[in-house]
């Protein structure tokens, strides 16, 4: 079993960055894909980005492609998201999850931590 703690949410102006981390207990968090998702108030979770085990493959949500990146340290037991050019929109509760596939739908992940808030300023 793994267990996940998100860090590194904020208040931010729009156009600015963050750097969310993803703390992960447990030997084996090397073998998971990990993902990131967030959750807008009245509004579904919604998958922002996912990387393999080695941390070479990643994929993103179209809405945050160019702006984001998403990397991990294994050495660490972390997953990263960097966050650029932050927009009103993307003002969400972000959480991280592991997945034993290269999944882009919340339902393929479990050990979801209990996020972290990002909120960006007009």
């Known amino acids: 079993q793994v267990q996940l703690v998100e860090s590194g949410g904020g208040l931010v102006q729009a156009g600015g960055s963050l750097r969310l981390s993803c703390a992960a207990s447990?030997?084996?968090?090397?073998?998971?894909?990990m993902g990131w998702f967030r959750q807008a108030p009245g509004k579904e979770r919604e998958f922002v980005a996912r990387?393999?085990?080695?941390?070479?493959?990643?994929y993103y949500t179209d809405s945050v492609k160019g702006r984001f990146t998403i990397s991990r340290d294994n050495a660490k037991n972390t997953v990263y998201l960097q966050m650029n050019s932050l927009k009103a929109e993307d003002t969400a509760l972000y959480s991280c999850?592991?997945?034993?596939?290269?999944?882009?739908?919340?339902?393929?992940?479990?050990?979801w931590g209990p996020g972290t808030q990002v909120t960006v300023s007009t």
């Open positions: 990387i393999n085990w080695d941390g070479i493959s990643t």
């Open positions: 447990g030997h084996t968090f090397s073998t998971y894909f």
């Open positions: 999850a592991t997945s034993l596939v290269p999944a882009a739908t919340p339902r393929a992940y479990n050990n």
